[in-house]
């Protein structure tokens, strides 16, 4: 059973790795090989404006000064749109995709206005599912959800449900400028590269239904989820790219390597705290605890800059 465990690490190439990206490809990558498992890697380059042409590179080498070593080729998701859109035809078959030709403003218009919602993602309003053919006009591709709720075990996270029509109602998988959807691409290649485990952080637990449900729209078997605390600074926000987040190789030596297996709560002997990344990775592996983490959503990291203080 061990033997197949299959896990990986999905990172969109916006920018350097840094310590929240850290955090999942070590979680990740001690699942899988505390299984004897193989560890992927995959590119989500979906998204060209969003990206930075040197981010996959950058990433894929400080993977590799971390000594995160990762089994079979690097799969970039630009190469994969063909499988896209037979998924997209399949579904099509199934008679559960439609056209959309809501603009951004017709959809906020159709949320509702109590400041209670505001914040929380826009659902879907259904205003073109009757559209079963490609209009002239420019469209997105949605699918059509349904009532039904998804319940899912997470390893960390326990027993989570969800109604998709409720959360997100019918979403996009092929986008409006012809860019495919994490949604589906996500699901199309956790299966065709045999997932078995899906390690990432809690960011994406509220995702994970609208991709159980796709998967079971397509027949692709479902993996088992165990979603990681995602890491928050002082602030209280998510620790990204987007807010800054620096570039866990602009330090020096592996101590954010160290801090990640702290912040993963499993309490790196301070011994370890100037040793090299491979001796630290040869620790962890075999202490490798992932339920230290249960049912922790979040947590703040003070600094990656100290000493070992006990205290993140
Ligand atoms: N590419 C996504 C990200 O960087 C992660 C996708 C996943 O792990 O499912 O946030
Ligand atoms: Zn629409």
Sequence with gaps: MTAQYRGRFAPSPTGPLHFGSLVAAVGSYLQARSHDGAWLVRIENLDPPRESPTASDQILSTL???????????????????AYEAALDRLREHELLFYCTCSRKDLRDAQPKSPADSGSEPVYPGT?????????????????????????????????????????????????????????????????QGISEVVRGADLLGQTARQIFLQKKLDLPMPAYAHLPIVIDNAGNKLSKQTGA????????????????????????????RASAAEMLEWAVPHWKIEHLAGELRRTLHSINENPSYDV
């Design 128 to 192: 073109c599912r009757w559209r079963r053919t490609a209009p002239p006009q420019p469209h997105s591709v949605r699918i059509l959800t349904s009532a039904a709720p998804i319940v899912f075990e997470d390893a960390l996270q326990g027993q989570c449900e969800q109604i998709v029509e409720q959360v997100s109602g019918d979403f996009v998988l092929k986008r409006r400028d012809g860019l495919y959807s994490y949604q589906l691409a996500v699901v199309v290649d956790d299966a065709a």
């Design 64 to 82: 590799e000064y971390f000594g995160l070593c990762w089994d079979e080729d690097v799969l970039y998701q630009s190469d994969r749109y063909s």
């Design 246 to 273: 620096v570039d866990v190789r602009s330090g020096t030596g592996y101590t954010p390597l160290w801090h990640a297996l702290n912040f993963l709560r499993q309490d790196p002997p301070p011994e370890l705290y």
